[in-house]
């Protein structure tokens, strides 16, 4: 069974930086699948924030985010998001989600098949 287990986040200053880690856990690797981080704030579900493509590499991000956030790792077993000069508005409850197909990378949660248990950044003003 394929699990996506999360790790890191929590409360930090404006200006700060926090990573955190998507590890897949059990026979499966994220090789030529497309990962993503997306944030569950208050409101309507997660929304996308960043993520990678397949084979290709491609990358998408939201505009708050560019030049702040990124993504590394050996997108093998692991992938981390690296969160510099985080703000107020970054706070929420961040997801890892894979896709098992290999499909484009996709902003939108239904592309994604595994996601992590979630873990919850929160950034003080």
């Known amino acids: 069974q394929v699990q996506l287990v999360q790790s890191g986040g929590g409360l930090v200053q404006t200006g700060e930086s926090l990573r955190l880690s998507c590890t897949v856990s059990?026979?499966?690797?994220?090789?030529?699948?497309?990962v993503a981080w997306f944030r569950e704030a208050p409101g309507p579900g997660p929304t996308f924030v960043v993520g990678i493509g397949g084979s290709a590499g491609s990358t998408d991000q939201i505009d708050s985010v560019k030049g702040r956030f990124f993504l590394s790792g050996d997108k093998r077993k692991t992938v981390y998001l690296e969160m510099n000069n985080l703000k107020p508005e970054d706070t929420g409850v961040y997801y890892c989600?894979?896709?098992?197909?290999?499909?484009?990378?996709?902003?939108?949660?239904?592309?994604?098949?595994?996601w992590g248990q979630g873990t919850q950044v929160t950034v003080s003003s």
């Open positions: 059990g026979p499966w690797s994220f090789s030529g699948y497309a």
């Open positions: 989600a894979a896709r098992s197909t290999s499909g484009s990378l996709s902003r939108f949660r239904s592309a994604y098949t595994y």
